[in-house]
């Protein structure tokens, strides 16, 4: 990873500022909501005790009967078709059977369904109607009440048998529908609105099982509706965008008032699709997932409702009607002196909290996004710089490890006062030593071919006066020993001499106008009986390949690379010599064989003077000094190209592309 993408990754870590930001943000809006929370509930508590101050008619703590409100006249024909409108809130006083009241100006709607599977059906009128299957109707009015008896021995209508004396105010007859369908008996009648009761009490009576059912004791409840005067009351205490509902102590919304229209919009956003996504982010996981609670039904059975009605104050954060609007409910205790007579649920729609804090969030994006921007801006130049200086420094390095005489006082960065500058510095003091050793590994050669060539020649000499002198039998096999180190010693003195005198023509190298191809085929052909028994393989384009330099020189870099590649090929092997043509002008001459493997710890070093990597896989006896592959790169240098060596399959290639020497004149 590049120094430049290091240091944008550091940048990076500006993002804990939005990060810690975003929690500031959360932990504002959390305090917003407690306050908002803390002031609605201290309204819902100031309007409780307002309620009861103002002599408001409150539930009981009892359960009752909760009638709903007929939008339009009930038939009494037995059928559930009129009915489906309150399906939803039937009420239960038992398992097994489902009371629904409704009532309209005229009449109070009662339809009673009793599941019961057996038979003892008789009349109302009957003898022993009090022993069948029935049910019994207590209709109550302050202290007076009377009963009523409904039975039916089939399905049809019926009329119910009053129980014990008249009674003033109440119907002499009760008429209605009876309904079996095997399983299960429906009853539906209706009383009229002025005879209704104040209390209502039934009661359900199985011949088969007594016990069921109570007995048939009539379970007797208040009646209870959603009161005009309480919903005006909650009305005139309510404040501006509260919506406030009154409820009985099984939960039936018995006044009803107030509004959640806010009379002092906000601004809106100009932004509303960024506004709809920070709500989405910020505001609406912390919601409760369900919807505000509804209008207009009759029976609210929530959580948090439920709480309240147990004596609990709740407060909940929910989704609006409209998007980025949110909804806070708060349900309180119904407490009239001690006691528990229900909950009030309080209900405030704000487009504000989430506005607020939307904006809040918004500001913080965008100045985090800008000091992000400019801080990955300078951290991005500020790395670019180093990379240049650095890549500066890499270059030099570079340049004066493959070309040499470079002077290396001139390494750049080296009156710079920072740790780069301390860095050229080590490094230009390194790469003088490092110049000084070269230089005399480099003169190594020549001095020692100068200084060994007398003392040879006396030893040389000294030698064959001992041939013509008389000596023992035993003595020759040791001269013999003698002249053949001597000649090793030679050879190895004319190779370090043959290396100088290369260095030095080509420092005096004059090139000319050649053809590439004609030079490699004819060394090629030179070579052929050389490599036998082995084989050669020669790729040289069929026309002239021309190139401005040394063909005398390409001829020596080339025997050099052949004799290596000799040595190394085993008498079955390959050798490979092919010629190439760049696009780009240079031409590449390659010479690959079949042997050993470069070791790669040493593939970067084949080309420097004193350098050998011979072992087992070279051919035994031929003195090697490491010059060979180095007069290889002087050539390709002085050509203006580069020499190479790889590990290629099963063998080894050597490549020295060159570009030509340049022409007098040319810089």
Not at 626 to 638: D, I, K, M, Q, T
Request: proline share 6%; with cysteine.
């Amino acid at each position: 990873m590049t120094l430049r993408r290091k240091l944008l990754l550091v940048a990076l870590s500006t993002l804990a500022l939005p990060w810690a930001g975003w929690l500031y943000v959360r932990q504002m809006e959390h305090l917003l909501r407690n306050s908002q929370e803390q002031a609605l509930l201290a309204i819902a508590f100031a309007l409780d005790r307002g309620l009861v101050a103002v002599g408001a008619q409150l539930p009981h703590a009892e359960q009752g009967w909760y009638v709903q409100d007929a939008s339009q006249p009930i038939v009494i024909d037995g059928d559930d078709s009129d009915w489906k409108a309150f399906a939803h809130w039937e009420q239960h006083p038992w398992p097994g059977v489902d009371v629904q009241l409704a009532a309209d100006s005229a009449w109070l709607y009662m339809r009673i369904n009793v599941a019961d599977a057996t038979h003892t059906r008789v009349g109302a009128f009957d003898a022993t109607a009090v022993e069948s299957d029935h049910v019994l109707l207590q209709l109550t009015r302050g202290n007076r009440q009377r009963s009523y008896l409904l039975a039916s021995a089939s399905s049809g209508a019926f009329l119910a048998h009053p129980l014990g004396p008249r009674e003033r105010g109440f119907p002499d007859e009760i008429s209605g529908q009876w309904r079996d369908s095997g399983k299960t008996y429906r009853i539906e009648l209706r009383v009229p609105r002025a005879q209704a009761p104040d209390q209502l009490g039934i009661g359900v009576f199985d011949a088969d099982a007594p016990t069921r059912f109570d007995g048939g004791k009539p379970d007797l409840r208040p009646l209870l509706n959603l009161s005009p005067a309480l919903s005006n009351d909650l009305t005139q205490l309510a404040p501006s965008g509260v919506r406030v509902r009154l409820l009985s102590g099984d939960g039936w919304v018995i006044g009803e008032g107030g509004s959640m229209l806010e009379i002092h919009k906000p601004k809106v956003s100009r932004f509303p699709w960024l506004q709809q996504v920070l709500s989405d982010l910020l505001v609406v996981p912390s919601l409760d997932q369900r919807q505000h609670l509804p209008r207009n039904i009759p029976r609210l059975s929530e959580p948090d409702v439920q709480q309240a009605l147990d004596g609990q104050a709740t407060a909940n954060w929910r989704g609006g009607d409209t998007p980025g609007s949110v909804v806070l409910t708060v349900a309180v205790p119904l407490d009239v002196r001690g006691q528990n007579r229900g909950a009030l649920v309080l209900e405030q729609s704000s487009q504000a909290l989430p506005l607020l804090t939307n904006r809040a969030l918004l500001g913080l994006m965008l100045a985090s996004i800008a000091v992000l921007l400019i801080a990955g801006a300078v951290l991005f130049a500020f790395a670019t710089w180093l990379s240049v200086r650095i890549g500066r420094l890499r270059d030099a390095a570079e340049q004066a490890q493959h070309h040499e005489g470079l002077e290396l006082a001139r390494l750049p960065l080296i009156d710079d006062r920072d740790e780069l500058g301390d860095l050229a510095r080590s490094l230009s003091r390194l790469l003088e030593s490092i110049g000084t050793y070269t230089e005399y590994l480099r003169k190594l050669a020549s001095n020692l071919s100068h200084e060994l060539n007398t003392p040879l020649a006396i030893v040389r000499s000294s030698l064959e006066n001992l041939e013509h002198a008389e000596l023992p039998r035993e003595a020759m096999s040791y001269l013999a020993r003698a002249r053949d180190g001597t000649a090793r010693i030679g050879t190895i003195v004319r190779a370090m001499s043959e290396a100088s005198r290369m260095e030095r023509a080509m420092a005096h190298a004059d090139g000319e106008d050649m053809d590439l191809a004609q030079v490699v085929r004819g060394c090629a052909e030179a070579y052929r009986p050389l490599a036998a028994p082995r084989e050669l393989e020669c790729d040289i384009p069929a026309g002239p390949v021309p190139l401005y330099g040394g063909p005398e020189l390409i001829a020596q870099a080339l025997d050099k690379l052949f004799d290596n590649a000799l040595s190394f090929t085993a008498p079955d092997g390959w050798i490979r010599i092919a010629l190439q043509e760049g696009d780009d002008g240079e031409a590449r001459i390659v010479v690959a064989n079949k042997g050993s493997h470069l070791p790669d710890s040493m593939q970067g070093q084949l080309f420097d003077s004193l350098v050998s990597v011979r072992g087992a896989g070279a051919k035994a006896g031929a003195p090697h000094l490491g010059l060979g592959l180095y007069v290889v790169r002087l050539v390709a240098e002085l050509h203006q190209g580069r020499a190479s060596g790889r590990n290629e399959g099963d063998g080894v290639v050597f490549e020295m592309s060159l570009r030509g020497m340049r022409r007098p004149g040319d810089e």
